[in-house]
């Protein structure tokens, strides 16, 4: 009997010291303690997981570990350590965590959240090839009839607070035509109603560590009927909307229901001399998810960004007046702004960038996942882990950006220019991927090596088109309205400081803001683009 029992103390014994010993050999970053099995899961559920982690990085660095159940955790805080990682290394960090969530909700066609391989990259292909940098301003035309459409609803909606949901409509129309040809009226449209419920389940799915199903895969077996069994419930009431998203759009273009150039139609030509029925079959699927995603990925993010710069703007009459000196003397009071301004206009592309990075739009990036084991600065990473990066903190470091929670676009400018020395928060608040060959990628002439590698970055493929939208609404709004704090019903003005909410996708909130015209010249030029 002691003889078992002695046994089975020294059997923990030497098995705890061979855990000591492995783990002294392969160190794990720091990080805040966890619980024993669920580790830190409570952690995750926090309102503004973006600011709890950046106080903890005060303790524990820039590279910190955590685990939720069996699942492990990097949150990167520092740029250069996200670029080490997912740019220079992107043959280990360029996956995505399988998520279980999303493959009961129906999301799990989105790329952003897809394991890397062959699916992941034909849909990335479809979307490369109609949105890389050469081909976006092909879609100018459309953005500018939809925005100049915004600016005379503008006019209309000069009271006491500005209805924003004109934004989320502009930028609905816009993406809906160029996509899918397809033109709608209002918000009240079915296609809209679906891809705004569909998001919900999107961001719904997406609250830090609300689903622990994610982190504990087997739970996904539970049945719906089992009390607390709440994200079976959920799952099921989600998958035929997403559906409905993915397919009615699609399928009113395959089936000749629109008659708009979009990139359907394009990717739909080219499936179309496809002699296997199989393989077609396929790359039609591909197509459709690659349009989805497109679709859900341009409308939350830009809407997040317009609101930080209406936000913005609403508390900073200041910046709002700088901004117009340099349009009148670009553009002049005799017509609106064009995207051939946008090289002439560098403030207005200083506040372009510090609403990207004031308010950041996807405060923890979007998360990859390390499909080996590594080690970075000692460190043992392994295989399986989970990288998030904590953009919001990288963009609100106060030794790259003073004063970080203040609006000020003036931080990107040195005599009169932008100023190269300030990091481009573009370089992080459109994500981590393989960067380092963006910028020659077609002005070489089209290498086809430059071109695959290109193409497997997995940072946002629509980050030119989100630019040329925000870049033409914001010149056009500046030169044509004041914008102002919004009144109460006493005839006070509110505070229109916003603060950052939300989960994957977030938004700057209250909306306290509201537009007025800038005069009677600006009110012609906005009627005239009707003509
Ligand atoms: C302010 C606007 C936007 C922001 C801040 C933003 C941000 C991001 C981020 C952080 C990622 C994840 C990249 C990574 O894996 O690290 C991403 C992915 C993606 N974005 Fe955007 N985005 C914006 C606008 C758009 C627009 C306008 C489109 C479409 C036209 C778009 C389409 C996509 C797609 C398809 C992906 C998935 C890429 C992949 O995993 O291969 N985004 N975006």
Same mark, same amino acid.
């Given at each position: 009997m002691v003889s078992t029992v002695t046994m089975i103390v020294l059997a923990i014994l030497s098995i705890t010291v061979i855990v000591l010993r492995r783990n002294r050999l392969r160190p794990l970053p720091p990080g805040p303690p966890g619980w024993p099995i669920i580790g830190n899961l409570f952690d995750l559920q926090q309102e503004f997981p973006w600011i709890t982690y950046s106080n903890w990085s005060k303790t524990y660095g820039n590279i910190m570990f955590m685990r939720a159940l069996t699942t492990p955790m990097l949150i990167v805080s520092s740029p250069d350590i996200a670029f080490d990682l997912m740019d220079k290394r992107s043959a280990i960090y360029s996956s995505k965590p399988t998520s279980v969530v999303d493959e009961m909700t129906g999301w799990d066609f989105a790329l952003s959240l897809m394991p890397y391989g062959q699916r992941w990259r034909n849909i990335r292909r479809n979307v490369h090839e109609h949105f890389h940098q050469m081909v976006t301003p092909n879609y100018r035309d459309k953005q500018t009839k939809h925005i100049h459409a915004f600016l005379r609803q503008c006019l209309g909606n000069t009271a006491k607070q500005f209805n924003s949901t004109l934004v989320r409509q502009l930028l609905a129309t816009t993406v809906l035509d160029v996509v899918y040809g397809i033109r709608i009226k209002d918000m009240d449209d079915d296609y809209i109603k679906t891809i705004v419920e569909a998001l919900e389940v999107f961001g719904e799915s997406k609250i830090s560590g609300k689903y622990w199903v994610d982190f504990? =895969? %087997?739970?996904?077996? +539970? =049945?719906?009927? +089992? =009390?607390?069994?709440a994200f079976a419930k959920f799952a099921a009431r989600s998958r035929p909307v997403v559906e409905e998203m993915l397919n009615r759009p699609f399928n009113a273009v395959r089936d000749g229901e629109t008659h708009n150039d979009c990139v359907a139609l394009s990717m739909l030509a080219k499936i179309e001399s496809q002699p296997d029925i199989e393989k077609k079959k396929e790359e039609e699927m591909y197509a459709k998810y690659a349009t989805g995603i497109l679709y859900s990925g341009a409308v939350e993010t830009t809407f997040s960004l317009l609101q930080t710069f209406f936000c913005g703007m609403a508390m900073r009459p200041d910046i709002q007046q700088r901004a117009r000196q340099e349009l009148d003397s +670009? %553009?002049? =009071?005799e017509r609106l702004p064009t995207y051939d301004d946008q090289d002439h206009l560098p403030y207005v592309q200083a506040i372009f960038m510090e609403c990207l990075r004031w308010m950041?739009? %996807?405060?923890?990036g979007v998360p990859h996942s390390a499909t080996q084991d590594d080690y970075y600065d000692g460190y043992f990473i392994p295989s399986g882990t989970i990288i998030v990066p904590n953009a919001w903190h990288m963009l609100h470091n106060p030794e790259e950006y003073p004063e970080p929670d203040k609006f000020n676009p003036d931080r990107f400018i040195k005599d009169g220019k932008i100023n190269p020395a300030i990091r481009d928060p573009a370089t992080i608040a459109f994500g981590f991927g393989r960067r380092s060959v963006r910028s020659d990628v077609h002005e070489t002439g089209y290498s086809q090596i430059l071109f695959i590698l290109y193409m497997l970055a997995s940072i946002c493929p629509g980050r030119h088109f989100a630019k040329d939208t925000a870049f033409l609404v914001i010149a056009s709004i500046l030169h044509t309205f004041d914008v102002k704090p919004s009144i109460d019903e006493n005839g006070h003005e509110l505070d229109p400081t916003p603060q950052l909410h939300g989960s994957m996708v977030s938004f700057p909130s209250p909306l306290n803001y509201r537009l007025k015209s800038r005069s009677e010249a600006a009110e012609k030029l906005v009627h005239a683009t009707e003509l």
């Open positions: 504990m =895969p %087997v739970l996904k077996y +539970v =049945p719906r009927w +089992v =009390p607390g069994a +670009v %553009v002049g =009071p950041t739009t %996807v405060p923890l």
